[in-house]
C-alpha cells in the first residue's frame, strides 16, 4: 500500500487540524463538519492527480481546446456517520462520482476495552473495474477497514482502491497495509503515534462521530 502523509508537508492543511483537535472549536459542530469537509477537499485535490485522464476537444463561444478530462468511473464510499462530511468533501471535486454507505460501529460489550466491529447496512453500485475512495475520517485500529473490505467482496472488484482518511494511528495503519491488495492507495492528513486501551487514537481527536453530531446513546 502507498502511504501519502499529507501532513509531512507544511500547508493550510495544518490549520483544519489544528481547529478539529482543539478542544475549545470542537464545541461548535458545524464548525467542526465544515473543517472535516474542507480536509476532504484537499485529500481530492491530491488524490486527483494520480488518476487517469484522457484527451478531450471542449467547445466554447470563441473556438475549440484540447484538455485532459478525468477518465475513471468513481465510487465514493463513506462509513457512517462519521465519514459523511469527509464524503461531501470528497464529492465537492468528485461531483459526477457514484455514492456508497456503509453502517460500521464499534460493539463494546460489556463496556470492557476489547470490541468487535459490526457493519450490519451497505447500500453502493456495482464496485466492478471501477475506482473506489473510501472514506472515514478516523483509521484507528484498522479493524472497521477490514470489515468493511470483506462487505465489498459481494459488490465487485475494484480496479483501484483510495482509501482517504484524516487521522490515522501508526498501528491502523500498518494493519490496513497487511489486509488490503498492494496496489492500494491511503490518502491521510496526519498521522498520530498510539493508541489507547479503547483502540482511540492519541492525541487524535476523541469521537468524529460525536463532534460532527452530538452524543449517541
Known amino acids: 500500500m502507498t502511504v501519502h502523509n499529507l501532513g509531512e508537508t507544511n500547508s493550510i492543511l495544518n490549520q ?5 483537535r482543539g478542544t475549545q472549536i470542537q464545541k461548535d459542530s458545524m464548525r467542526f463538519r465544515r473543517n472535516i469537509e474542507r480536509i476532504g477537499e484537499i485529500l481530492a485535490y ?3 492527480k494520480t488518476l487517469e485522464y484522457l484527451p478531450k476537444i471542449v467547445e466554447t463561444p470563441l473556438g475549440n481546446k484540447n484538455m ?3 477518465k475513471e468511473e468513481l465510487v465514493v464510499c463513506s462509513i457512517l456517520r462519521a465519514g459523511l462530511p469527509l464524503h461531501l468533501g ?3 471535486y468528485f461531483d459526477t462520482a457514484e455514492n456508497g454507505f456503509i453502517s460500521a460501529y464499534r460493539n463494546h460489550e460489556n463496556n470492557e476495552d476489547e470490541f468487535e466491529v459490526i457493519v450490519n ?3 453502493a453500485p456495482s464496485l ?3 475506482t473506489l475512495l473510501l472514506s472515514d475520517p478516523m483509521l ?3 479493524k472497521t477497514m477490514e470489515n468493511v473490505l470483506k462487505v465489498l467482496k459481494n459488490h465487485g472488484t475494484p480496479s483501484q482502491i483510495h482509501i482517504v482518511s484524516v487521522i490515522g494511528a501508526t498501528q491502523g495503519i500498518d494493519y490496513v497495509k497487511s489486509v488490503f491488495p498492494k496496489n492500494t492507495h491511503l490518502w491521510i492528513a496526519a498521522v498520530d503515534p ?4 479503547r483502540g482511540y487514537i492519541l492525541p487524535g481527536i476523541g469521537d468524529a462521530g460525536d463532534l460532527a453530531f452530538g452524543e449517541k446513546l
Open 90 to 92: 470528497l464529492l465537492n
Open 46 to 48: 491530491e488524490l486527483s
Open 128 to 130: 466492478e473495474g471501477k
Open 194 to 197: 498510539e493508541l489507547n486501551a
Open 121 to 123: 447496512y451497505f447500500a
Open 68 to 70: 485532459e478530462l478525468p
Open 16 to 20: 483544519f487540524i489544528a481547529e478539529i
Open 140 to 142: 484507528a485500529t484498522g
